[in-house]
């Protein structure tokens, strides 16, 4: 963690105004309560992940140990629904904390993971953590590590065409944003006249797989680089919960208001590397999100060391017994592969 | 009579009035140019983009998948090189999300050569658009066919790629090419639908015929010219070159038939089968450049399925397999296939013995 970044968070996101989630450092207790058991699932979920990959009920892991602090907060803050008046997300392969605190069941991430039939997301086709959810307007999250960035102003367009109150919502990594569509996405958003309402996200772990940040970039923050485009900006502490929701809260509200474009840099964890590739272990020397918020539930008496435990043990138990079902469930036919080409079914022409 | 970039801009205007169209943008698409080309000239959903082609595309994705009807414009395809991962994204997301997710978007882009464009305005797009799976790939030869094709992409409900061929857009239509409610002659419809140049432009309102819709179904071949003696497979800017050729062997005795593809994907495999299951003999025509070239794909579907129905090996007369279409009059021509190419190929195929 930069000390950047703490000290921005500081100062950044104490905008923050009291409302029914708290007051203005501190969120309300019940809200404190539920955060902290969709972080808890989120971690357990990536466990049991990490574990099936490693036993050999999957190919491929990548997930979001780290990211539960700021993902969970901004599933809770979305506006959820269906269609242009809603909220329309354009997340990454770490987004499990954010799909959690939407409402879905852990469960289906497991199938993803053991590329079953059964799995909503892709039907065994996709990654671990390639959530897609329309009825949510969660767009489906594919492995490019940039063009949701490309895509997100599409999105954003319809709304402010439709005179919509939602917002787009894009997220992405540090390393991601030397791709051109992450310009891309700050051209489209901020042209003069035909600004578009977009939240605009980067959780910055400060790796792109093995390459650190800091050889690679000579931005300080990355969030600089909205100011240049007229947006309003800020760099805070994504390991922080209340640090996260209110500048999550802060910028959505902007977004809301004015309909423009806002862009808010999050610095994150990475607690088991990259991705299975390089060998999914835990790291020590990151700040684990969780372990501090629980520090603080325990601090202001909210939850005891012994509840958060079971908890633990519980979520653990119950995603093991969990996985082994997934296992029995069927795995996709091959002829399933000529499923969902087109929309329509008329893609061999000339062929019944 | 129209050509065919006015019969393009009648599809999106019919698009935009009746077929919820509700984006038509793209570089310079907008007033005041509308189009490098006039396609999209007096539109009013047309708009000016940032010079951005990936941009453009994620932004048409982006609007399909929140419901709008866009049409996207490259301004040659050229351009669309650096397109190619998000062109792969809207043929996937289909796919990939299981159904969950589809988008109905069209991207337009003028291919090929035949106008001097040397190495960033001639290139051509078949051979990379037909492997990108999950998209419709239509590309017309004449008005009528552009018109009812642009409607037909418009309306469906998958990304669909419509390859403008750059040579034949301001060619006039000929006898039985007519848009159903356009005016008859090509003045009268010019004074309707093109913008005047100079100062006036911008007061200046179009005057749109009442016209009818006409689809042209994705994945039907048609007959251009029929004959017996060989089937010329071909589309875009090699059809009217490919029948002209046709005409002209008429008087050697040698019957050629021009199977105009339209669609590239899907392909209309049945009118390709009944064609050479009469003339036992094929040649292959398009601009795009020899080395996994379209032509060749469907030679190789045609010796693996009808292998004792041929007559002579089926040819290919493709784009050179150079890196670019140099600008000199003999560059360009030595680089794409032209008229007495088809009719010396043609020659070859109808007079070889087994």
């Known amino acids: ?352 | 009579m129209a050509t065919m970039i006015q019969a393009i801009r009648m599809a999106l205007h019919v698009g935009e009035e009746r077929l919820g169209v509700t984006d038509i943008f793209g570089e310079d698409v907008g007033p005041p140019l509308g189009g490098a080309f006039t396609a999209t000239q007096n539109l009013k959903t047309a708009w000016n983009s940032p010079l951005d082609e990936r941009g453009i595309v994620g932004m048409a994705i982006g609007l399909a998948l929140a419901g709008r009807r866009p049409v996207a414009e490259i301004q040659f395809c050229d351009y669309a090189f650096n397109t190619i991962d998000l062109l792969k994204i809207a043929g996937n997301t289909y796919w990939a999300s299981a159904g969950d997710w589809n988008v109905p978007m069209v991207m337009m882009t003028p291919v090929g050569a035949g106008i001097r464009g040397s190495i960033y305005h001639s290139h051509s797009f078949d051979a990379q658009a037909t492997r990108t799976p999950g998209w419709k790939i239509v590309m017309p030869s004449n008005p009528r066919d552009a018109y009812g094709l642009m409607l037909s992409a418009i309306i469906d409900p998958n990304p669909v790629m419509f390859l403008k061929p750059k040579a034949l857009l301001r060619a006039k239509a000929l006898p039985g090419e007519e848009i159903p409610g356009e005016p008859g002659d090509l003045k009268t419809l010019s004074k309707m639908i093109d913008a005047p140049v100079g100062e006036s432009r911008s007061r200046w309102k179009p005057e749109w015929p009442k016209l009818e819709e006409l689809y042209i179904p994705i994945g039907e071949a048609r007959t251009a010219r029929t004959g017996r003696d060989v089937t010329v497979l071909t589309y875009g800017r090699s059809v009217p070159m490919s029948v002209s050729a046709a005409d002209e062997l008429a008087s050697e005795g040698i019957e050629v038939e021009v199977i105009d593809l339209r669609s590239l994907h899907p392909y209309d495999w049945n009118a390709i089968k009944a064609s050479v299951r009469k003339t036992h003999r094929v040649l292959c025509v398009n601009e795009d450049t020899e080395v996994t070239n379209f032509g060749e794909h469907l030679i190789r579907r045609l010796v693996e399925e009808l292998f004792y129905e041929l007559h002579a090996a089926p040819k290919l007369l493709a784009g050179a397999h150079v890196p670019g279409i140099g600008l000199a009059d003999n560059l360009e021509h030595a680089s794409v296939p032209h008229k007495d190419g088809i009719k010396s190929a043609l020659r070859e195929l109808a007079r070889h013995e087994p």
């Open chain 1, 1 to 352: 963690m930069s000390t950047t970044a703490q000290t921005a968070s500081s100062s950044l996101a104490s905008g923050s105004s009291s409302s029914s989630h708290g007051s203005e450092n501190q969120l309300a207790p019940e809200l404190q309560l539920r955060i902290h058991e969709l972080m808890l699932e989120a971690r357990v979920l990536e466990e049991r992940l990490i574990t099936m990959y490693r036993q050999g009920d999957g190919y491929f892991w990548i997930g979001g140990p780290g990211e539960e602090a700021f993902n969970v907060p901004l599933g809770l803050l979305v506006d959820k629904g269906t269609g242009v008046e809603h909220d329309y997300l354009h997340l990454h392969y770490r987004s499990s904390g954010t799909l959690l605190a939407m409402g879905a069941d852990p469960v289906d991430a497991l199938r993803q993971m053991k590329n079953t039939a059964t799995d909503p997301y892709s039907r065994g086709r996709n990654f671990a953590g390639h959530y897609s959810a329309r009825k949510w307007n969660v767009a489906p999250v594919s492995s490019p590590i940039e063009v949701q960035y490309s895509i997100a102003p599409g999105t954003a367009m319809a709304q402010r065409a439709t005179g919509s109150k939602g917002i787009t919502i894009v997220t992405g990594g540090d390393a991601g944003t030397a791709e051109g569509d992450f310009a891309t996405c700050l051209v489209w958003s901020s042209r003069k006249g035909s600004e578009l309402p977009m939240l605009i996200l980067v959780t910055n772990n400060q790796y792109g797989i093995s390459t650190p940040f800091e050889g690679q970039h000579g931005e300080e923050r990355i969030s600089d680089r909205g100011k240049a485009f007229g947006m309003p900006t800020a760099t805070v502490d994504g390991n922080d919960v209340e640090t996260s929701w209110f500048a999550l809260k802060k910028a959505m509200d902007y977004v809301r208001t004015e309909r423009k474009p806002y862009l808010l840099e999050a610095m994150v964890s990475r607690l088991n590397g990259h991705s299975s590739a390089s060998g999914a272990n835990s790291v020590t020397n990151e700040v684990d999100c969780l372990s501090r918020f629980e520090k603080k539930l325990e601090e202001r008496k909210l939850r005891t060391r012994a509840e958060m435990d079971e908890m633990r043990a519980r979520m653990t138990q119950e995603l093991l017994e969990a996985s082994k079902r997934v296992r029995e469930e069927p795995q996709p036919k091959p002829e399933s592969i000529w499923d969902y080409v087109f929309a329509d079914k008329n893609y061999v022409a000339g062929e019944k």
